[in-house]
């Protein structure tokens, strides 16, 4: 019931959208069941639960129209400058409400993909590897070069966003 997207939305060949799952702490009641994607090919790489009215989920999306919220940190696909690849996305759902808040993470050139999530009640940390000389970061932050700038493209990142997904804490 009350599924975010029951259908899977992919067109392309062999494309698929992400699929979420919540069984009760005994996996004898399904809870929720839902795609999450837009008419690309989009993946999940992991949920977590603040409570049971809110999941933090993350992965990777190759649809330009991957759903997103308004207001939130970058609600556009950003690299258009290089086919085939993915931006990072974190989407916050609330399985009996729908869809919370929804963002890509990316920069603006190369891949960029989330790895893992966990959620509390005053943000989303989320971590994945990125080939993106832009990906955002913040003042102060360890390291705010892509792979110090050797040229093998390909660093991981640990960011941490609001709950509502639109402050970039770091």
């Given at each position: 019931p009350?599924?975010?997207?029951?259908?899977?939305a992919s067109t392309a060949d062999l494309a698929g959208d992400g699929v979420m799952v919540l069984w009760d702490l005994n996996l004898n009641q399904l809870l929720y069941c839902s795609y999450l994607g837009g008419t690309d090919d989009d993946y999940i790489t992991d949920i977590?639960?603040?409570n049971d009215s809110l999941i933090a989920v993350v992965g990777g999306a190759w649809s330009f129209d991957f759903p997103t919220t308004g207001g939130v940190f970058q609600p556009e696909f950003s690299d258009t400058v290089t086919p085939f690849v993915a931006n990072a996305f974190v989407s916050v759902i609330n399985p009996y409400?729908?869809?919370t808040a929804s963002?890509?993470?990316s920069g603006d050139q190369d891949w960029t993909n989330s790895l893992g999530?966990?959620?509390d009640s005053l943000g989303v940390s989320f971590f994945g590897g990125t080939g993106s000389p832009t990906l955002p970061t913040t003042p102060g932050a360890f390291?705010?070069?892509l792979n110090d700038g050797v040229s093998t493209y390909e660093d991981a990142f640990l960011?941490?966003?609001?709950?509502?997904l639109t402050t970039l804490y770091y």
């Open positions: 009350n599924a975010l997207q029951p259908e899977q977590s639960a603040l409400e729908g869809l963002t890509y993470y999530v966990q959620v390291d705010t070069v960011a941490r966003l609001s709950l509502d």
